[in-house]
């Protein structure tokens, strides 16, 4: 196998096992959903001013 398909193999298993850990851990910390939650308020708010 050469360099080029060893690095083919190790991107498409850091994306496809790794990737997905990552983002589960993410979208599960505190700081996340509080982060969500203040874009949701402020989008609220807008649409409150725009009277939509």
Request: charged share 25%.
């Amino acid at each position: 196998m050469d360099d080029n398909q060893k690095l083919v193999q190790e991107r498409y298993w850091l994306i496809t096992q790794e990737f997905g850990s990552f983002l589960a851990a993410v979208s599960q910390s505190e700081e996340f959903k509080g982060s969500l939650e203040r874009i949701y308020k402020a989008y609220r708010d807008v649409g409150y001013q725009a009277g939509l």
